[in-house]
């Protein structure tokens, strides 16, 4: 599955109140990449800021499940609908409902998060305003895999599969690993890009094929996304047709 790794934000209405060359395009952002809601809270907050120095903007939230289907249960987001001022934060929160304990208690489990900016009709002449969306990854995470280390890394678990022209990613973890890159360290071409995705998500145990310029490397550097929305490398070594995190003190201080 194709992810970016970043806040996805979509125009999803254009608001013209009259023809000419004005645009604002400020409004309501989010303040991280993605969102955790652990299995022992019964809840887990985001802030929204409107960027605007004096507008008002309704911000409208909602969850999705892993098709997009907009849901309100497991999860729930809350208020649905807020007016936040110019220049102003609000706060949003994920609760759980009913059928929480129906997903999985094994490993992740998928949703997004929505939030659409409202805003108001202009009193202004020849002003264009776009409304954005912005729809960032929301996990849900079990009790028994919340990590009892703060910023335990579990991605230098994968390992990849050579096969022709590509990796098989196997991730036998229970979390859901989002990859940004992977980059030559050891060829002639070291530096260069062996993938060209922006991100690409992997599901918790589970394996990813991964096209590549060059499944021949002896090294690489992989990208990925951690819980903080940072991107991280780890270095890996290969040999014929396996490629594994290289020791400790052979990573990149």
Not at 80 to 96: F, S, W
Not at 105 to 129: C, G, H, W
Not at 205 to 231: C, E, Q, R
Request: with cysteine; proline share 6%.
């Amino acid at each position: 599955m194709k992810l970016s790794s970043t806040v996805n934000q979509v125009i999803v209405g254009i608001f013209l109140i009259s023809a000419g060359m004005g645009v604002s395009t400020a409004g309501i952002s989010l303040d991280r990449t993605r969102l955790i809601l652990d299995g022992d809270s019964q809840s887990a907050s985001a802030n929204l800021t409107n960027t605007s120095q004096e507008i008002p903007f309704l911000a409208q939230s909602w969850v999705e499940d892993a098709s997009g289907k907009k849901i309100t249960a497991p999860l729930l987001v809350l208020p649905a609908l807020q007016r936040i001022n110019g220049n102003e934060k609000g706060v949003i929160r994920v609760t759980k409902t009913t059928g929480i304990n129906a997903l999985p208690q094994d490993r992740e489990s998928l949703f997004y998060l929505n939030v659409r900016e409202i805003p108001p009709k202009s009193t202004k002449a020849n002003v264009l305003m776009l409304a954005m969306q912005s729809r960032i990854k929301l996990f849900y995470r079990p009790a028994a895999v919340i990590p009892k280390i703060k910023g335990q890394v579990w991605q230098d678990k994968i390992v990849f599969h050579k096969k022709e022209k590509m990796f098989i990613a196997e991730n036998p973890t229970p979390y859901y690993i989002t990859l940004i890159a992977l980059t030559d360290e050891t060829s002639p071409n070291q530096g260069n890009k062996l993938t060209s995705f922006s991100g690409v998500m992997i599901s918790p145990k589970s394996s990813l094929d991964i096209p590549v310029t060059d499944s021949t490397v002896k090294g690489f550097k992989m990208m990925y996304v951690n819980d903080y929305g940072g991107h991280p490398e780890i270095r890996y070594g290969c040999d014929i047709s396996l490629c594994k995190v290289l020791p400790a003190d052979q990573q990149q201080k």
